[in-house]
Nanobody, 127 residues
Framework: VQLQASGGGVVQAGGSLRLSCAASAASGFKFSINDMGWYRQAPGKQRELVAVISSGGSTNYADSVKGRFTISRDNAKNTVYQQMDNLKPEDTAVYYC???????????????????WGLGTQVTVSS
């Protein structure tokens, strides 16, 4: 299962960006997704959780983004979104999507639980 993130870019402080991350699997596999989330890593800092959403739609946010970021998902499209408003220079980071996945090999009906990461997308907020 792969996660493909998009939507990063350069924006001025106060601006907005919308990130998307879609999950897909190679032929021969089916999968279901539990929690999906976004993490970020700024230069010289550890990766941190930004927001997470359960399969049922429950959400949780880092204090630093509450009221500015909104996470959502489209289960039919296996996609998670993050709307980022009122961006600040301190939001500059590489943003990674993450998902807890249960994958099944169709041929064997063998299940595997895995945690998948996208490659990351750069968000730069200028002051």
């Amino acid at each position: 299962v792969q996660l493909q993130a998009s939507g990063g870019g350069v924006v001025q402080a106060g601006g907005s960006l919308r990130l998307s991350c879609a999950a897909s699997a190679a032929s021969g596999f089916k999968f279901s997704i539990n929690d999906m989330g976004w993490y970020r890593q700024a230069p010289g800092k550890q990766r941190e959780l930004v927001a997470v959403i359960s399969s049922g739609g429950s959400t949780n946010y880092a204090d630093s983004v509450k009221g500015r970021f909104t996470i959502s998902r489209d289960n039919a499209k296996n996609t998670v979104y993050q709307q980022m408003d009122n961006l600040k220079p301190e939001d500059t980071a590489v943003y990674y999507c993450n998902a807890d996945i249960m994958a099944m090999a169709i041929a064997t009906m063998a299940y595997t639980a895995l945690n998948a990461w996208g490659l990351g997308t750069q968000v730069t907020v200028s002051s």
